[in-house]
């Protein structure tokens, strides 16, 4: 077994705390990771996470904490317009790399990571890794065994409020407070769909399978906001929609949009002639009154059993913010130090980015786009 990962946090924003700096500093992890190097371009901030999170080296450029010998991994937690630059470099200076979601924007991008990931030996571990949550596995076992019967249709939306420009941990004052979420309203990488919606299809795909074609309409509602008093003039489109062709007359409705919802949360809805995936239940159909007929849907069977996380998410974890993203960065911790696999793989990743990226491209041009991806989807 190999020794323990030396972690370093790329970006020191509000992802780079709550997810990467509060949970690699608990001491239940410290004999499989320990925090090694944090680097964020803003003055100050790398130097004022490491005083805090005693992280023993800090630095305002990547390229010089990628020449740090103690670091053996990376956790990506910059603005997604970033990451596959970053990646790149991190991949190239024979570091293990995890994405914060998404891993990069567009699926030429994804496949030259992990191209280059293999040719350098090095692993790759992209969020979010929504097929590790234990209802998802269990839901994924009940479409492979038939319990739903024929899956018809899907819905796979989200919306984002206001939840940026009021999180808590942007608020606060020095180095660490004032976290400017302006990049989440501008272009490339900005907007609901690659921030929140990539969690439903994460999970859609992962239930289903890879997908074949998407055709969308997009636009930008609202052109303003406001952070801490000062405007944000927004630049990517913030309500998106698409149908996803998963063949055989399977589609599925998704998209990003502002506010109001389809499904719970960022889980997927799941329609089948013997029953439906809807959150965290499989609600089963009650027996058909006639032959050929499909019945009422039946009292809903809880599928979020109590304490029902994923494998590292125990302890302090389980009520700390952003566990899930930890998960991901343990799986790779895991994949280093023991040669154990994870399920949240690259290509799961690129696959949703091409869906992604072929709805944009498909309501800039009014034409269904086909998608050339796959992904080879876990079973349970």
Sequence with gaps: MADRVGMGVVGCG????????????QPDVQDRVFLA?????????????????????????LDELLKNDTVTAVTICSPIGLHYEQGMKAIEAGKHVHFNKTMCTTAKEATELIKAAKRKKVRLVASPGQMIRPYNQRFRKLVKEGKLGQVIWASAACSMS????????????????????????KKPAGGPVYDGTVYS????????????????????????????????????DDSTFFLIDF????????GGTVLGGVNEGFSPTVFGTL???KGFNFIPKKPAPAPGAFGDDDAP?????????????????????EKHVFEDMMQLVDWIREKKPSIATAEHARHVIEIIEAAYKSAQTGKAQKLKTTFAPADF
């Excluded at 944090?38 to 800090?58: F, M």
């Excluded at 069977?301 to 913010?321: E, F, K, N, W």
């Design 14 to 25: 509000a992802i780079g705390i709550t997810a990467a700096l509060e949970h690699l500093s």
């Design 37 to 61: 190097a944090t680097c964020d371009p803003v003055p100050g901030r790398a130097e004022a996470a490491a005083k805090k999170y005693n992280v023993p080296a800090h630095y305002t450029s």
């Design 162 to 185: 206001h939840y940026h420009t009021n999180e808590k941990v942007r608020k606060g004052e020095g180095a660490l407070g004032n976290i400017d979420p302006s990049w989440y309203y």
């Design 201 to 236: 299809l994460h999970s859609l795909t992962g239930l289903l399978g890879p997908a074949q074609r998407v055709t969308a309409m997009s636009g930008l509602v609202v052109k303003e906001r406001f952070f801490n008093g000062n405007p944000i003039q927004c630049e990517m």
């Design 247 to 254: 063949g055989n007359g399977l589609f599925a409705f998704s």
């Design 275 to 277: 029953g439906t995936i």
């Design 301 to 321: 069977q809880l599928q979020d059993l109590p304490d029902d996380h994923q494998p590292h998410v125990v302890g302090p974890h389980a009520t700390m913010r």
